[in-house]
């Protein structure tokens, strides 16, 4: 119609979906979730949309610099990206942005019975992990310490990483236990 009425014709770009690994993307599809009560509503954060990303803890800028680094694509919907690639970017914003710090939710107090061989009694925790510059913080390491329950078991079991019998572990910043 157009061309006959010979007026400007923009080009228009078409471009592939996005489509992330082990998500549902679709608009008819969250929507059927919504309406089935699956989920609460398009901000439920296990959905990967804008709103359920920012209530997951996602910033603007993190989302920005997924979808730059993935790129965009003309043709094929069956490109598929990780999921990983985007927390893999939130990852990345976060060790520049968030400190760290220790909380034991459900501690379990341990005794180091050899405490007078444990050659550093204070240790030094970065507070951003990759670039220590921007702080630490010193811990005192003491006779009495407190550990989170899920590492640890009083039986030796199988492929269980944490503090338990006969297994030597390697504290956090700290001694080996």
Request: glycine content about 6%; overall charge neutral.
């Amino acid at each position: 119609m157009l061309k006959d009425l010979d007026v400007y014709q923009p080009y228009v770009w078409e471009y592939s979906r996005l489509n992330i690994s082990n998500t549902v993307l679709s608009k008819r599809k969250i929507e059927e979730m919504v309406n089935t009560g699956l989920v609460t509503g398009w901000d439920d954060p296990r959905l990967h949309t804008i709103q359920g990303l920012r209530r997951r803890g996602y910033t603007p800028s993190m989302i920005n610099k997924f979808c730059a680094k993935i790129g965009v694509a003309r043709t094929g919907n069956e490109n598929l990206t990780s999921y990983k690639k985007l927390e893999f970017y939130a990852r990345e914003e976060l060790n520049a942005t968030a400190p760290r710090t220790f909380a034991v939710l459900d501690p379990v107090e341990l005794e180091i019975v050899n405490y007078d061989d444990v050659a550093e009694k204070q240790v030094e925790a970065c507070i951003f992990p990759p670039d220590k510059t921007k702080g630490v913080n010193t811990l005192q390491v003491t006779k009495n310490i407190y550990v989170d329950a899920a590492d640890f078991s009083e039986t030796e079991k199988g492929g269980f990483f944490g503090i338990m019998p006969g297994q030597v572990v390697c504290l956090r910043y700290g001694p080996f236990v």
